[in-house]
């Protein structure tokens, strides 16, 4: 199977900056999408970013301009740069991938166990 683990998260100040990390591991044969969704008390998750193999991007229009994710394929990691935070970001930030594990040709959706990031006004 595939096991994602995030780090990078932790308390900044509003208009400060984040960079959150998450590595891919186990038996992989192909990841496709990866990106980051958010969850914060009393909402449902939310999409944050996503990024595919080839490199094309998609952001949420409220951290558009502010945030940037990008991926390493020979790492298996994907990254989310996190500028000008606002108080609105802080939220648990849970990493997520769409891969094939080996042995399969039926791509599955993977989750990491998250990490709060508090952006303080």
């Known amino acids: 199977q595939v096991q994602l683990v995030e780090s990078g998260g932790g308390l900044v100040e509003a208009g400060g900056s984040l960079r959150l990390s998450c590595v891919a591991s186990g038996s992989i044969f192909r990841i496709n999408a990866m990106g980051w969704y958010r969850q914060a008390p009393g909402k449902q998750r939310e999409l944050v970013a996503t990024?595919?193999?080839?490199?094309?991007?998609n952001y949420a229009d409220s951290v558009k301009g502010r945030f940037t994710i990008s991926r390493d394929n020979a790492k298996n990691m994907v990254y989310l740069q996190m500028n000008s935070l606002k108080a609105e970001d802080t939220a648990v930030y849970y990493c997520?991938?769409?891969?094939?594990?080996?042995?399969?040709?039926?791509?599955?959706?993977?989750w990491g166990q998250g990490t709060q990031v508090t952006v303080s006004s």
């Open positions: 997520w991938c769409t891969a094939q594990p080996m042995g399969s040709m039926i791509p599955r959706n993977y």
């Open positions: 990024i595919i193999s080839g490199g094309s991007t």
